[in-house]
């Protein structure tokens, strides 16, 4: 159990610019989830994928946002135009399938911190 | 909607005293979770304590433990013997009716010696 990784840890780009970011999951885990975090605020979700498959996703989530999961593995998350309203934590959490229940843990990285000037 | 309430942005404990954060949460939903995240300086969010709704028995995991109130809608986390390694943001989280969790502001802990 390696833990769940993202990369990169800090990033910081110009306004409009593109940007994304990488997770690897624990692996084994079917389940992968992205949270943002801006200052002062708890996390909120973003979405959730089991395997490869985007199950849900939070009106957070513009038109400049895309998330993919190709082989259910890794996934990235892809901000577009970046505006400085994006500023703010990505963190990314995996968890093990389990028999249909919504209580098991997370495991989360620690996060990229993304500052758009 | 799911909401969750931290009314403590900020609380400290001596070192081996107790301490209980504070959590409220709303929710419609009949089956759901409470949680309680920490989160330290490196920002990795560790699970403290969870527990299921339909459960009347408070949860406990070493020297943290829940006093979950059901009708009040309130979930608070106390931490006993606090020991320095204690001290970090602690986010209360509700889960039900999807996958997300919805969390809370945080309560910042810090531990004295």
């Known amino acids: 159990d390696t833990g769940v990784s993202q990369n990169p840890r800090h990033k910081i780009t110009k306004r409009g610019q593109n940007v994304t970011f990488r997770c690897d999951p624990i692996s084994e885990h079917n389940r992968l989830y992205w949270y943002r975090q801006t200052l002062g605020q708890g996390p909120e979700f973003l979405t959730y994928?089991?395997?490869?498959?985007?199950?849900?996703k939070s009106r957070l989530l513009s038109d400049r946002f895309s998330a993919e999961r190709p082989k259910g593995s890794f996934s990235t998350l892809e901000i577009q135009r970046t505006e400085q309203g994006d500023s703010a934590m990505y963190l990314c959490?995996?968890?093990?399938?389990?028999?249909?229940?919504?209580?098991?843990?997370?495991?989360f990285g620690s996060g990229t911190q993304l500052s758009v000037l | 909607a799911q909401t969750v309430t931290q009314s403590q942005p900020e609380m400290s404990v001596q070192e081996a005293e107790t301490v209980t954060l504070s959590c409220t949460y709303d929710t419609s939903e009949s089956d759901y979770y409470l949680f309680w995240y920490k989160q330290p300086p490196s920002r990795q969010m560790i699970l403290v304590i969870r527990q299921e709704a339909y459960k009347q028995q408070n949860a406990t995991e070493n020297r943290f433990s829940v006093n979950f109130q059901k009708a009040a809608k309130s979930f608070s986390l106390k931490i006993s013997d606090s020991q320095l390694g204690d001290a970090a943001m602690y986010f209360c989280a509700n889960q039900g009716g999807s996958e997300k969790l919805v969390f809370g502001k945080g309560t910042k802990l810090t531990v004295n010696p």
């Open positions: 959490a995996s968890s093990p399938r389990g028999q249909g229940a919504r209580n098991e843990k997370l495991f």
């Open positions: 994928f089991q395997n490869e498959a985007q199950l849900e």
